[in-house]
C-alpha cells in the first residue's frame, strides 16, 4: 500500500537564500539545513517500502525526522528538533494518495529503548515486591496468631493462605505475573509488534538496534508481510543487510555524493560483509 507518494526538500538556492537572510550570527549551525542538500537530495519517491540507507551523519535520521514533523507523525520520544527546524520543514512539501491514515508513527531506537527500561523498571519493583512476600510469607505461617476481632479477619485469611500454600504458590497468588520473561531483543521485537497495525504508514529509525541477527530477520518477515498483507507502508531508515534485503524495497543510498537508488547487494556496506565472509568461506565448510 502507498499512502505517502513523494516527498520534496528543499535546494541548495532555497537553503542558501534563507542562511543569508539570517541576520543573527551566533548559531554555530543551521541543522537541519545543509544536511540533505549536501548529496543533493532533492525528492523521495516511495514505494510500500522504502529504505535510506547510509552511515552516520549521511542524513538518514534527519530526513525521517523531516517527513514525520511535516506530516505529523505521532511519536512517543523528543528528538534534536533545533532553532531553525520549524523553518525547515516549511520550504518542505509532500503529496498522499488520499488522507494520511490514522495508524501512522515514526518509531525511534530511542523509542523502542525507554519502552525496554520500563519493562526492566517495572519487573525490578516486581521482583522487590516478590522478596518482600516471600518475608510475608515466612512471618504469617509462623507467627503466634489470636482472632480477637474482625479487624484481625484479613490477616486470618492471609494466615490460613500461607498454611495451606508453599511458598511459591502464596507468592504468586498475591503478586502479579513478571511482566519481563525475555530478552531485551525480545523485548524490542515485542515494540514493534504491539506499535505497528493495520492500513498505517510508519517510519522506522534503525529498527536493527537491540535486535540480534535472528531477531532482526524475525521483524524483516513482520514487516514483509505487514506491507504485503496488511495495507502498511513503511519508510525506513537502516544499514542492517538483513532489512536492506527486504523483497520489493526500494533503497536510496545517502552515501553517494550525489543520492542514488540501488539494490541491497550493492551497497557498500553490504559488499563488505559478503568479502569477509567469502575470505574465510573455507572455515565455514567443515560445518
Known amino acids: 500500500m502507498i499512502y505517502l507518494t513523494h516527498f520534496e526538500f528543499p535546494d541548495r538556492e532555497a537553503e542558501y537564500d534563507f542562511v543569508f537572510r539570517q541576520r543573527r550570527t551566533c548559531y554555530d549551525t543551521y541543522y537541519p539545513f545543509q544536511i540533505l542538500s549536501k548529496h543533493w537530495l532533492r525528492m523521495l519517491d516511495f514505494e510500500p517500502v522504502t529504505i535510506l540507507y547510509g552511515g552516520n551523519g549521511s542524513g538518514k535520521t534527519t530526513a525521517l525526522n523531516v517527513i514525520a514533523e511535516k506530516l505529523g507523525l505521532e511519536r512517543d520520544t523528543l528528538y534534536n528538533r533545533s532553532e531553525f527546524f520549524a523553518d525547515y520543514t ?32 517495572i519487573n525490578d519493583g516486581i521482583n522487590q515486591r516478590r522478596e518482600e512476600l516471600f518475608q510475608d510469607y515466612m512471618e504469617t505461617k509462623y507467627a503466634d496468631f489470636k482472632m480477637r476481632s474482625l479487624a484481625d479477619y484479613e490477616q486470618l485469611k492471609k494466615r490460613n493462605l500461607a498454611k495451606r500454600s508453599t511458598q511459591s504458590k502464596y507468592v504468586r497468588k498475591n503478586l502479579m505475573d513478571n511482566v519481563r520473561e525475555h530478552s531485551n531483543g525480545e ?76 539494490k541491497w547487494y550493492e551497497l557498500a ?19
Open 187 to 262: 523485548s524490542a521485537f515485542l515494540y514493534f509488534a504491539e506499535k505497528i497495525e493495520e492500513n498505517g504508514l510508519y517510519l522506522l529509525d534503525e529498527p536493527e538496534n537491540s535486535l540480534s541477527p535472528g531477531k532482526q530477520q524475525e521483524l524483516l518477515r513482520f514487516l514483509e508481510d505487514s506491507a504485503r498483507f496488511f495495507g502498511c507502508q513503511f519508510i525506513i531508515a537502516t544499514h542492517s543487510p538483513f532489512l536492506l534485503s527486504m523483497k520489493g524495497a526500494k533503497i536510496y543510498d545517502l552515501d553517494e555524493e550525489t543520492v542514488d537508488v540501488k
Open 269 to 287: 556496506n553490504v559488499r563488505e560483509y559478503y568479502e569477509f565472509f567469502k575470505r574465510h568461506e573455507r572455515e565455514f565448510g567443515t560445518g
Open 90 to 121: 516549511a520550504l518542505c512539501s509532500f503529496r498522499m494518495a488520499g488522507v494520511k491514515p490514522e495508524k501512522s508513527r515514526i518509531i525511534t531506537s530511542d523509542d523502542v529503548f525507554d519502552f525496554m527500561l520500563d519493562l526492566r523498571s
